[in-house]
Nanobody, 118 residues
Framework: QVQLVESGGGLVQAGGSLRLSCVGR???????????LAWYRQVPGKQRELVAT???????NYADSVKGRFTISRDNSRKTIYLGMNNLKVEDTAVYYC?????????WGQGTQVTVYS
């Protein structure tokens, strides 16, 4: 069963903004707070790429390609991961996946499409 559900993807012009959300459901809600969280993205024919991470203590890290433009955050009370994306570029076009890992398990969302046009 799906335990991470993404939303917020869509079509946006270059320079625009989007905010992705990923909500934990079912069994993951009982173990959400200790998990480290991340966003990945993937384009057809390429490997999945790590975009940003936030640890269970709130430390964040970003891929060089998105530093200064994207912001990852978490709301443990809502069991939700966010990815704020500003100044979007055509090369940000991809399917974005949320990920939660730790306590011996890894969870993935089903993905949400982000398409940036010039």
């Amino acid at each position: 069963q799906v335990q991470l559900v993404e939303s917020g993807g869509g079509l946006v012009q270059a320079g625009g903004s989007l905010r992705l959300s990923c909500v934990g459901r079912r069994a993951i809600t009982s173990v959400f707070n200790p998990l480290h969280l991340a966003w990945y993205r993937q384009v057809p024919g390429k490997q999945r790429e790590l975009v940003a991470t936030v640890t269970n203590s709130g430390d964040t890290n970003y891929a060089d390609s998105v530093k200064g433009r994207f912001t990852i955050s978490r709301d443990n009370s809502r069991k939700t991961i966010y990815l704020g994306m500003n100044n979007l570029k055509v090369e940000d076009t991809a399917v974005y996946y949320c990920n939660a890992y730790g306590t011996g398990s890894t969870y993935w969302g089903q993905g949400t499409q982000v398409t940036v046009y010039s």
